[in-house]
């Protein structure tokens, strides 16, 4: 069975941090790119942040580019998301989830296995 389970997320204030976790099982992750993605309230599913096996290779959506870093520790099968400076328009239910291939897409569709999200709320 294969798992992703993010966990971390809350209410916070502007200006805040959080970090975001996300826990994998039941599935072979070598070799496979990570990826956040977040959805607001009333709005499509966007990328946040990509990390490939290695974790030498990232990349950030502009909006959250020198706020959040993506990181991952393969011996733990986890990927992390450090949200800095936190903003209203952070708000959203973030999910992690598998890449296809090796590279750090930021396509939804090359993602095929999702967490069930975790939702941050940040309050201005």
């Known amino acids: 069975q294969v798992q992703l389970v993010e966990s971390g997320g809350g209410l916070v204030q502007a200006g805040d941090s959080l970090r975001l976790s996300c826990a994998h099982s039941?599935?072979?992750?070598?070799?496979?790119?990570m990826g956040w993605f977040r959805q607001a309230p009333g709005k499509g599913r966007e990328f946040v942040a990509a990390?490939?096996?290695?974790?030498?290779?990232?990349s950030y959506a502009d909006s959250v580019k020198g706020r959040f870093t993506i990181s991952r520790d393969n011996a733990e099968n986890t990927v992390y998301l450090q949200m800095n400076s936190l903003k209203a328009e952070d708000t959203a239910v973030y999910y992690c989830?598998?890449?296809?291939?090796?590279?750090?897409?930021?396509?939804?569709?090359?993602?095929?296995?999702w967490g069930q999200g975790t939702q941050v709320t940040v309050s201005s």
């Open positions: 990390i490939t096996w290695s974790g030498v290779f990232t």
């Open positions: 989830a598998r890449s296809k291939g090796r590279s750090q897409s930021s396509r939804i569709d090359e993602y095929d296995y």
């Open positions: 039941g599935l072979t992750f070598s070799g496979n790119a």
